[in-house]
């Protein structure tokens, strides 16, 4: 349906980069978006395991810890 409408239409080449240039930067902001929250999400727990076994060595001391 899409294919024929868009051959019917036949839009200017300059129009068609731009569409495919525009699906190809939502695509790159979407990948960096979700690389971006796994580096995260690794970061905070790597520092969850730092604080659990350093509070598991010596857990009499009282550690202030920032999330």
């Known amino acids: 349906m899409m294919n024929c409408i868009r051959k019917s239409l036949h ?3 300059y129009l068609m980069r731009y569409m495919r240039y525009m699906r190809y930067m939502r695509y ?10 796994r ?4 970061m905070r727990y790597m520092r969850y ?8 060595s010596n857990y009499k001391t009282q550690v202030v810890v920032s999330f």
């Open 39 to 42: 580096y995260m999400r690794y």
């Open 49 to 56: 395991m730092r604080y659990m076994r350093y509070m598991g």
């Open 11 to 13: 839009l200017p080449l």
């Open 28 to 37: 790159m902001r979407y990948m960096r978006y979700m690389r971006y929250m």
